[in-house]
């Protein structure tokens, strides 16, 4: 703690004082000003991770799609099941009983 002390008492007192002014003015600016600071970088840090979290999202659906197309491509039945299932498509003659 003496050396600290005698940095800012000491013959260049007055060069200690400005540079501690000088750096706490210039991580304040960085923390707090405006534009590109480091409360605005966390902030799209936070957002980055969300958006990448996303894009997984979207990737697996994207591959649950595409599987679901190709198993409806190749197959005829699995086809008319799905058509079935979703839009209640039957055969003429087929009795339909749709429960909600």
């Keep these: 703690m003496g050396k600290i002390r005698q940095l ?5 007192k007055g060069f200690f004082i400005f540079a501690s002014v000088v750096t706490a003015a210039a991580l304040i ?3 707090f000003g405006p534009g590109n ?9 936070f957002e980055i991770a969300a958006q990448e979290d996303q894009i997984e999202q979207y990737t697996r659906e ?4 595409d599987r679901r197309i190709k198993m409806l491509g190749s ?3 699995t086809l008319e099941k ?4 979703s ?4 055969r003429p003659g087929d009795d ?3 429960v909600d």
């Design 87 to 90: 839009f209640h498509f039957a």
């Design 82 to 85: 799905f058509a079935r299932e």
């Design 8 to 12: 800012f008492t000491g013959e260049h």
């Design 75 to 77: 197959d005829r039945d």
């Design 62 to 65: 994207i591959e649950e799609m």
């Design 29 to 31: 600016m960085l923390t």
């Design 37 to 45: 600071n480091i409360i605005h970088w966390i902030g799209a840090s």
């Design 96 to 98: 339909v009983y749709i």
